[in-house]
């Protein structure tokens, strides 16, 4: 009887994928979904698991996890990102979890590394994620980073925030990761929020004095500065694209425009003609 699942999303993972899968051993089974990676990363999951499927490409994991979550035949689910790791005291704090089965639910802390360094502030640590929880309580959501909820009746446990009892998650490697990131995440964002001006103009401002000040990004020195002064580009990216998205017409409707615009220049040097 298959007890923990374990789900792994993937595209194009193959730096990443053998690390997380050699950590995720102690599971009953391991599930991918991969949306047609173009290097090898299949290849080296079928080392592991021959239970791999196929999910379209949506630039961005919930769709993929939701199908994985339905493959899923264990009664827990283990669910981790392929640039992610499950040290060896958390794998046993996780198995004990369901051994004991007194809670629904168990949040894990998350150490973020981003351009080489662990970044245990600005809002980074500790980070908590719905690690393993039972099949039969997850409501997942297909909205980009809304991972996971559970209803109200729901018992949750938090692991302690220590080093040891975190997962290993490799985020951003460097800049150009950040950015190409970010312009793909924050164009899904537009077309799924809904813009409001205001938000335009405070939430980029109260995302980096949150990340700041409040969580003491200013503790990383320049890689904190930097870090803070992303995410709340990012924030206003997200609601720009929405603006454009949503007052413009977005690209179609530009497109239309220079069209006519052509069309009207081309049409005049025929009269001249």
């Known amino acids: 009887m298959v007890q923990i699942s374990a789900t792994v999303v993937t ?3 193959e730096e990443n994928i053998r690390n997380c899968l050699e950590t995720l051993t102690w599971c009953d089974e391991i599930i991918i979904v991969d949306s047609h990676s173009d290097d090898n990363t299949v290849e080296i999951a079928r080392e ?3 239970k791999i499927f196929t999910y379209e490409r949506t630039g961005y994991s919930e769709p993929a996890r939701e199908k994985a979550l339905e493959e899923a ?9 392929a640039d992610e790791m499950i040290p060896p005291h958390l794998a046993d704090k996780l198995k004990q979890e369901v051994e004991d089965s007194k809670v629904d639910v168990v949040h894990a802390p998350r150490k973020n590394y ?5 970044i245990d502030c600005a809002g980074w640590w500790p980070g908590y994620r719905s690690v393993l929880y039972k099949k039969s309580k997850a409501e997942l959501s297909t909205q980009i980073h809304q991972f996971i909820s559970f209803p109200e009746s729901t018992t949750e446990k938090y692991i302690s925030p220590k080093e ?5 998650h490799f985020n951003y490697t ?15 964002e537009s077309e799924q929020n809904e813009f409001r001006y205001y938000k335009l103009f405070l939430s980029p401002i109260f995302e980096f004095g949150y990340r700041f000040i409040i969580k003491s990004g200013y503790k990383k020195g320049f890689i904190g500065l930097y870090l803070c002064i992303f995410m709340s580009w990012y924030r206003f990216l997200a609601l720009a694209k929405t603006w454009e998205q949503q007052k413009l017409g977005g ?4 497109k239309r425009k220079y069209e006519k615009i ?9 009269d001249r003609i």
Do not use: P, Q, V
Not at 114 to 118: A, N
Not at 164 to 168: D, K, L
């Open 11 to 13: 595209l194009n993972e």
């Open 48 to 50: 592991y698991t021959d």
């Open 73 to 81: 035949s264990g009664e827990w689910i283990c669910m981790i990102d």
């Open 114 to 118: 981003i351009m080489g360094e662990w």
């Open 164 to 168: 040891r009892n975190a997962i290993i």
């Open 174 to 188: 460097d800049i150009s990761d950040f950015i190409n990131r970010t312009n793909r995440y924050t164009t899904i």
């Open 251 to 254: 690209e179609e409707n530009m």
């Open 262 to 270: 052509c069309n009207e220049i081309r049409s005049k040097n025929k």
